[in-house]
């Protein structure tokens, strides 16, 4: 399959992206998850499933991961939004009939970044849809009030991560709570310990989307039943 490797300007930020496949009148747009990539496994077996359904994709990668790992450009919602506008702007130069997948928290960016957008349809995995829930569950996990994080700013976790205080404001300020008209298929995996059942269903009830669950999935698709299960519901939902 055809792959181009290239750069989105947004501003004075470079945005690595991969377009997959032939123009024509239709493209996908892909957003990855946390510590993934613009070619990560299911970015890369949606966009041969798509290509052959005959759409160009364009998939990119996020501030802090990919290539862009050492930037001094942070992974906050304000700049991936802002990437995520380019990436749109960039894509409607290709094409007229623009459609979206997203993973974990590249769903919720893109929630952010793209509800008033003219997109055919969506398609989410294991889409974070409350991350205010999600930051929360964190803080009460390893025993952070709201107090010591708004005094210390920044507390690093044993997992990996980092609470953010200012990440945490704009995330409360900002939650999922608008119109969002587009055709949305998601599949969610029961076993999902960072996205709770009950956000995901209450987005589908909100925005009438339709879930599909697999039975003891994780958050994290990557075993081969996982891809596999992936791969038929991507197949099945995209038009």
Same mark, same amino acid.
């Given at each position: ?8 300007? #947004?501003?004075?930020? !470079?945005?690595?992206?991969? $377009?997959?496949?032939?123009? *024509? ?8 998850? #946390?510590? !993934? ?26 501030? *802090? ?7 001094? @450009? ?19 130069? $290709?094409?007229?009939? +623009? ?8 769903? @919720?960016?893109?929630?952010?970044? @793209? ?18 829930? +999600? ?23 044993? +997992?990996?991560?980092? $609470?953010? &205080?200012?990440?945490?404001? @704009? ?8 119109? &969002? ?11 999902? #310990?960072? !996205? ?20 003891? *999935? ?14 038929? &519901? ?6």
């Amino acid at each position: 399959m055809e792959k181009t490797h290239f750069n989105i300007s #947004n501003n004075k930020i !470079s945005i690595p992206a991969i $377009l997959w496949g032939k123009p *024509g009148a239709k493209l996908l747009i892909e957003v990855h998850g #946390n510590l !993934s990539n613009k070619e990560d496994t299911v970015i890369s077996i949606l966009a041969q499933k798509a290509v052959a359904k005959g759409y160009q994709v364009l998939s990119f990668d996020l501030p *802090g991961h990919g290539e862009r790992a050492d930037d001094n @450009y942070e992974c906050i919602p304000q700049n991936c939004v802002s990437d995520l506008l380019a990436v749109y702007k960039y894509a409607r130069s $290709l094409a007229s009939d +623009i459609s979206l997948f997203a993973c974990s928290m590249g769903a @919720y960016f893109s929630l952010l970044a @793209y509800h008033d957008f003219d997109i055919k349809q969506c398609l989410f995995l294991s889409p974070v849809v409350n991350m205010e829930r +999600i930051i929360q569950n964190m803080m009460e996990g390893f025993q952070v009030s709201e107090e010591r994080l708004q005094a210390e700013k920044q507390i690093p976790l044993p +997992i990996g991560q980092t $609470l953010d &205080w200012d990440y945490y404001c @704009y995330v409360k300020k900002n939650p999922v709570c608008f119109d &969002w008209k587009i055709p949305t298929a998601i599949l969610y995996g029961s076993d999902d #310990n960072l !996205s709770e059942w009950k956000e995901i269903s209450a987005f589908a009830e909100r925005y009438q989307a339709e879930v599909k669950v697999l039975e003891h *999935g994780e958050h994290y698709f990557h075993t081969e039943e996982q891809l596999q299960v992936f791969e038929s &519901w991507a197949d099945d939902n995209l038009l």
